[in-house]
């Protein structure tokens, strides 16, 4: 079935520096969605990629979605503690229930 | 802005207990789904419902769960005879309009814990 994967798996980062996390699915996908979730909390929708190699920025946020639509990234500047949280990307199932597969999520901690 | 909300936030159950899950949808969202996440662990896809009724699930739900829409605003997770491993925070969520795809709103989580 379909698989999601996402490196790194934690992301220990200085306040003030730049990361990146990145996500593979091991098949093509319609479109891809970026969830974070903070310590504790629920899943909350950031942002979702439709079209073939399509940036979208939010804030300090760059998400990227890859030529083949297979792969996508999320790069973080300027990190600051309010970044603290688990960044999941997910992908869209081909059949109609519309599930998502979550990929394993980039654990965020930010050192002051 | 609309939530989806769950109760109860925490639920302590016996072994082979029974227990059921709520949760409300934001109203005008027509896809509803159940979702569970192991402490630590990923996010895993249980069920959709759709049209009062289920249009995909996973291997995870077997015949011990169920979900129901009893009326026009709860949608409800049965687990009939719990089992130590479905220990876990259960999510549910909510999308769409009638399209397909659409960002999925999710509500705070019950917290599963089978003694």
């Known amino acids: 079935g379909q698989q999601v994967m996402q490196i790194p798996q934690y992301q220990h980062v200085q306040e003030g520096e730049d990361f990146t996390t990145y996500c593979n699915s091991s098949t093509t996908l319609s479109n891809i969605q970026w969830y974070k979730q903070r310590p504790g909390g629920h899943p909350v929708f950031l942002i979702q990629?439709?079209?073939?190699?399509e940036v979208k920025k939010q804030k300090r946020l760059t998400f990227q979605f890859g030529e083949a639509k297979k792969n996508s990234s999320l790069h973080i500047t300027a990190t600051q503690t309010t970044d603290v949280g688990t960044y999941f990307c997910a992908g869209p199932g081909k059949a109609a229930g519309n599930k998502l597969t979550f990929g394993g999520g980039t654990r965020v901690l930010v050192k002051p | 802005e609309p939530e989806v909300t769950q109760t109860p936030s925490h639920q302590v159950t016996q072994m082979g207990q029974e227990v059921i899950l709520r949760c409300v949808p934001i109203s005008n969202h027509l896809y509803f789904y159940w979702y569970r996440q192991i402490l630590g662990q990923k996010v895993e896809f249980l069920v959709s419902f759709y049209n009062n009724e289920i249009s995909e699930k996973s291997e995870i739900f077997d015949d011990q769960f169920s979900v129901e829409r009893p009326d026009g605003s709860n949608f409800t997770l049965k687990i009939r005879s719990t089992k130590l491993e479905d220990s876990a925070m259960y999510f549910c969520a909510s999308s769409g309009e009638g399209l397909k795809n659409q960002p999925q709103h999710f509500g705070d989580g019950t917290r599963l814990s089978i003694l």
């Open positions: 990629l439709v079209k073939s190699g």
